[in-house]
């Protein structure tokens, strides 16, 4: 039963990484991501999935897909019926899955961040609805396969595994809302594992949506530059399997990180504006603080939520400042948004794995067309590549809607 | 070990925009009748029952972030206000208030005009459209009309994801992160989601609107009942049907009075104090494995589906409403609540009076479309 439970909330278990999977413009797996953020390369390229000829932009990262996905327990039909979305899901799952070591099981929740889902099934639906409405062929598939829980429950069938799912939507915070989540139910003792991410696939409707607002650059994605102009839409997924530490130990697991701290609020500022101050972002930075029993001084690294917007970076950079205090001037900040784009639900929880990777490897990822800062930021943009040393890492993700999120993550050596 | 009270309730649905429409509705026992809705290309028209408009214009439609927003933050607004009724009377500019709003198919009127406006010319879709479009967006605007929300998260699932919303809720208070938990589930209707369900389940009828509960863990503010179980998520898989899933659902929330003894606050209720309050409609293939599991169950039984229709987290949502309403006007001791969802989980939960008590039926609390 998930109420009443039989005993009282438990001490707080650690909760630490075990497996990490990541796919971006920028390739496939850890390594390949890790040598390019590393590098500070960017990926951004001519879109080719759908007709941009009367948009704004022109420019997005695009994953370039591996020919066969890996060998799975999904069936021949359920392998036919995955989107972009879901290969790029799946794709992250397996790394994540092989990567902790762990065996097929019950009740393993999975947690995972969208803001689209099967959106490719949705825009099919919707075209072959308006422009063929006497053609049925395909449109129950479409009508199935367009929801988010349908594609989680292909990732545990294909991981032989099977368990709650939960899915998160909260905009461009989903991911680090899904690892949250997750977080919190080992944590609390709901679950001893979870595996949690967020995904999303570059689609038409959604480009055409950040372009309708003007959000995008037409030029190079520059965050926290004073001459930023929007945002640049990328695609990916990343997921982590995540454990007690107890758990991982008694199995003599390679730990690639301790989560050690979550923070979640709502801006009630505005649907799509954050609160020019980032009264949330604060908050939530300096509530992930208190649950991590870490100062800002602690912090070594901090991978913004820095989208290139000028509203969102000001805001983001004026919180950061308040929040670090004099410890700003030393404090390393970049957006890994330059290099691949804004993943939306895939963001948080593709930004936690890269602050996975600088703590792991002790290397900060630059942006390397950053040039002047904005006037709010009081920190130091990282746009030289460089190695350094990486206890903490923080990552912001907000969304819209209004919810910021924010995860801690510590160095396991 | 915690215990969970219910503060407050909210409904909006084809009956109309309070609780006592639904409860009116339910005990007409009389489907309520269905509006045509256009299809382009000129298909044959689909069948839906529809919102109707409120009898006066609702206030909270002059604040500035719902000037703009679709059906279903309207109907979410709506039902948030009725549920916290009670509390916003008992004011505490101190109560931090948790929100979760669980939805399968969102905003679904404004990603049409959306989409359609792009397919005809991106250059030219309208950037007022598209922020509507997000499943966060309901959540936000009721967030920032209620002002004191302090956490706050957007489900999407199947119908069942309900109860996970409520769980959530649970996870919060008892984590004294909050003092209060609002958790909604809501939908709107329109012509592509009305012809995805004919595509899916020829017999159901589409409806929209939004069913909301007040979960407190203080007793002055429970309105008499108290949530006494949550069963654990069975998950559908290769491996685990969803027959077998809602089996192992039910068998969670079998032995009358189990959960109330685990608490050690009730001794066993008689069966014929119980509802169950189930998710059956008019679709026998999808009815099949929630009517199998309850096969032998005993005690009355509503069906709000039957009366209502289709409305996928909405209806997930008006069960619960629906269960609470009869336990906390006498009705009944405890009502099940059994959410088979379409293509996800299945969950079930058990609501009971807070007063062992059983009081008679009042005038106006008539219990709906119970089938003995």
Redo the contacts between chains.
């Keep these: 039963?998930?109420?009443?439970?039989?005993s009282?909330?438990p001490a707080p278990a650690r909760v630490v990484i075990t497996g990490a999977g990541i796919i971006t413009a920028l390739g496939q797996g850890w390594k390949s991501n890790a040598e390019g953020f590393r590098a500070g390369r960017t990926a951004f390229r001519p879109v080719s999935l759908f007709d941009?000829s009367?948009?704004?932009a022109k420019l997005a990262a695009e994953v370039d897909l591996p020919a066969a996905l890996p060998p799975t327990?999904l069936?021949a039909k359920q392998t036919a019926r995955l989107d972009r979305a879901a290969s790029l899901l799946l794709l992250s799952a397996c790394e994540a899955w092989q990567q902790s070591g762990w065996e097929p099981t019950e009740n393993l929740p999975l947690v995972l961040g969208?803001?689209a889902?099967g959106m490719s099934f949705?825009?099919a639906?919707?075209?072959q609805?308006?422009q063929?409405?006497?053609r049925?062929r395909h449109?129950?598939t479409r009508?199935?396969h367009y929801?988010?829980?349908?594609q989680a429950?292909m990732v545990?069938?294909a991981l032989g595994?099977?368990?709650?799912?939960?899915?998160?939507?909260?905009?461009c915070a989903s991911g680090s809302?899904a690892i949250g989540?997750a977080w919190?139910l080992i944590r609390?003792g709901?679950a001893e594992r979870a595996v949690a991410g967020g995904y999303d696939a570059l689609c038409?409707?959604v480009f055409?949506?950040?372009?309708?607002?003007?959000a995008l650059s037409t030029t190079i994605c520059r965050p926290f530059d004073a001459r930023r102009d929007g945002l640049a839409l990328g695609e990916g997924a990343a997921v982590v399997a995540l454990e007690t530490l107890e758990s991982a130990r008694r199995r003599g697991a390679v730990i690639l990180g301790e989560l050690i701290g979550y923070g979640?609020?709502?801006d009630?500022h505005h649907?799509?504006q954050p609160h020019p101050q980032g009264e949330t972002t604060l908050k939530v930075m300096k509530q992930a603080c208190a649950i991590a029993g870490v100062t800002p001084e602690d912090i070594d690294y901090v991978n913004a939520h820095g989208t290139g917007t000028v509203l969102n970076d000001s805001s983001e950079a004026f919180a950061i400042s308040q929040w670090a205090g004099p410890h700003a001037a030393t404090l390393p900040v970049s957006s890994t948004k330059a290099s691949i784009g804004h993943l939306l639900g895939a963001a948080g929880a593709v930004e936690a794995v890269i602050c996975l990777m600088a703590l792991r490897e002790q290397w900060l990822p630059p942006e390397l067309a950053f040039e002047n800062p904005d006037p709010a930021c009081h920190f130091p943009v990282v746009h030289q590549s460089q190695d350094a040393r990486v206890k903490i890492a923080l990552s912001n993700s907000f969304?819209?809607?209004?919810?910021n999120a924010t995860v801690i993550f510590r160095r396991w050596a | 070990m915690s215990r969970i009270f219910v503060a407050g309730l909210g409904a909006v649905s084809p009956a109309g925009w309070k609780v006592t429409a639904l409860r009116e509705a339910l005990a007409q026992d009389e489907p309520l009748p269905t509006q045509t809705v256009e299809r382009p290309g000129g298909e044959e028209p689909l069948r839906a029952r529809l919102v109707p408009n409120p009898a006066v214009r609702p206030e909270f439609l002059a604040h500035p972030r719902l000037r703009r927003a679709s059906p279903i933050t309207h109907y979410v607004v709506a039902a948030a206000l009725e549920a916290m009724a009670g509390l916003l009377a008992k004011a505490d500019a101190k109560r931090r208030l948790g929100l979760v709003v669980c939805l399968q198919c969102g905003c679904v009127n404004y990603s049409c005009r959306f989409f359609e406006e792009t397919l005809k010319d991106p250059a030219t879709a309208s950037p007022l459209l598209f922020p509507e479009t997000v499943f966060a967006a309901p959540t936000s605007h009721v967030a920032a009309f209620l002002g004191n929300v302090s956490l706050a998260n957007s489900l999407v699932g199947d119908p069942a994801t309900f109860l996970q919303g409520v769980s959530l809720g649970v996870q919060w208070l008892e984590e004294n992160r909050v003092d209060a938990c609002l958790v909604i589930g809501a939908e709107e209707t329109n012509w592509i989601l009305a012809d995805a369900l004919w595509h899916l389940e020829r017999p159901a009828v589409l409806t929209a609107g939004a069913g909301a509960v007040t979960l407190c863990r203080d007793p002055e503010l429970s309105m008499g009942l108290e949530l006494a179980a949550i069963t654990d998520v069975h998950s559908y898989s290769q491996r685990n049907t969803r027959m077998q899933a809602a089996r192992a659902m039910r068998e969670q929330l079998r032995a009358p009075g189990q959960t109330e003894k685990i608490a050690g606050r009730m001794s066993a209720l008689p069966v014929n104090a119980e509802l169950l309050c189930d998710g059956v409609g008019n679709c026998p293939r999808t009815d099949a494995p929630e009517l199998a599991a309850w096969r032998d169950w005993t005690g009355p039984r509503l069906s709000p589906k039957r009366i209502l229709g289709e409305g996928l987290m909405a209806a997930a949502a008006w069960q619960c409403v629906a269960a609470c309403d009869a336990v906390a006007g006498g009705q009944f001791t405890a009502a099940n609540v059994s959410l088979v969802g379409s293509n996800q989980q299945a969950m079930g939960a058990r609501f009971v009076r807070t007063d062992s008590s059983i009081s008679h039926l009042s005038p106006g609390r008539s219990p709906g479309n119970i089938r003995p």
């Design positions: 039963m998930l109420f009443p439970s039989t009282p909330l941009v009367r948009q704004r327990r069936t969208t803001t889902g949705g825009e639906y919707f075209r609805a308006l063929k409405p006497r049925h449109q129950p009508a199935v929801q988010p829980q349908v429950r545990l069938d595994s099977n368990g709650p799912i939960t899915i998160v939507s909260n905009a809302n989540h919190e609390y709901q038409g409707m055409s949506g950040f372009d309708a607002l003007q979640s609020a709502i009630q649907l799509t969304g819209f809607g209004g919810v």
